[in-house]
């Protein structure tokens, strides 16, 4: 017999399945929990899954996922989804994209770039060249960022 642990439903919340082996703690820090606040948050690490061999699932009761946190996601999970859960049904399933140009989300590692002056900081801005592994170039200095460096920013 095979034994297989099941992890439980929700009724109302986000799932983010898909997520890049032992990739979880990098999302719970991008979404800021635990925070105290949002009850249940479930997360199962290094599952089995049908198509990529290996996967984390976040499942997070009453909380949605805004706009900013989802680039950030991707950047980290590439090949994540999210499923809206309403009285247990999956309402919503989306692919994670990453968007060409991001802005805000990482900083820029050259120290001398204008995003990281510190009198008027300017907000960061990068142009997305690879998405798999995620390599980004900044808009204003053209330093490259390869993944390596960017999941730091999430640690
Ligand atoms: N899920 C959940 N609670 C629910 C419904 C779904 O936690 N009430 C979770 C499932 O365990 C799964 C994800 O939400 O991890 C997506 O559910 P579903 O679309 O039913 O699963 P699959 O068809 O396997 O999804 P996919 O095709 O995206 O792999
Ligand atoms: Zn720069």
Not at 104 to 110: E, P, R, S, V, W
Not at 132 to 140: A, D, S
């Amino acid at each position: 017999m095979k034994l297989e642990l099941k992890i439980k439903a929700i009724e109302n919340g986000t799932v983010i399945d898909h997520i890049t082996a032992n990739k979880s703690p990098h999302i719970l820090k991008i979404l800021g929990l635990p925070d105290g606040k949002v009850r249940n948050v479930t997360v199962a690490m290094n599952v089995s899954s049908r198509e990529t061999g290996r996967k984390d699932i976040v499942k997070i009761e009453n909380r949605e996922i805004d706009h900013e946190e989802l680039d950030q996601i991707a950047l980290i999970a590439p090949h994540a989804t999210i499923n809206i859960i309403r009285d247990y049904e999956v309402v919503k399933k989306d692919k994670i994209i990453l968007p060409n140009v991001i802005t805000a989300i990482i900083k820029c590692t050259n120290n001398k770039c204008i995003t990281n002056y510190e009198n008027e900081p300017i907000t960061s801005k990068f142009n997305v060249i690879e998405t798999e592994p995620p390599v980004v170039r900044c808009h204003y200095c053209e330093k490259l960022i390869k993944k390596e460096d960017i999941e730091k920013q999430f640690e």
